[in-house]
């Protein structure tokens, strides 16, 4: 019989470096109706904020079999959803409420074309009219399952 995934013997979840639970969880939460390149683009951004910010997420540097470095990255998945307008509406509002570390993207952001416009497209809104088309946000697990009530993992 061809072993295949569903009948390979599983690794055992205490040994097995991939089975670490991790007791947060970072999210990107996108708006349903962006196009292919833009779900790419927000998530970049997102989730460089939530790096930047937070620098315990960020494992170390890597290197490969002939010592050329590459740069560290995130020590933990990132999950990605998406939802219609609403769903971003509230899981904004639910992050505020909770405290919780987060990055935003507006629709004004794709008309922009440096750091400096971005920030000021986003600081030219009040925060309940702002057109949000990401959000990424870290937390402990339970309260990011619960700011993203309403959404579906990203296909």
Not at 18 to 28: C, E, G, L, P, Q
Not at 38 to 62: C, D, H, K, M, W
Request: aromatic content about 6%; glycine content about 6%; charged content about 25%.
């Amino acid at each position: 019989m061809q072993t295949t995934y569903k009948t390979r013997p599983r690794p055992d979840r205490q040994s097995h470096p991939m089975s670490t639970r991790f007791d947060t969880k970072i999210a990107v939460l996108l708006r349903e109706d962006l196009e292919p390149w833009q779900r790419l683009n927000v998530t970049a951004f997102l989730v460089s904020g939530l790096g930047t910010e937070l620098p315990e997420l960020i494992g170390e540097p890597y290197a490969d079999a002939d010592a050329v470095p590459y740069l560290p990255m995130f020590r933990q998945p990132v999950l990605v959803f998406q939802g219609p307008k609403e769903v971003l509406r509230s899981a904004h509002t639910r992050t505020l409420t909770r405290s919780l570390p987060r990055a935003v993207f507006t629709s004004d952001l794709f008309s922009t074309g440096h750091d400096e416009a971005n920030r000021a497209a986003v600081r030219a809104v009040p925060t309940t009219d702002l057109d949000l088309v990401g959000l990424a946000v870290h937390g402990p697990k339970n309260a990011v399952d619960k700011i993203l009530k309403g959404a579906r993992m990203h296909p």
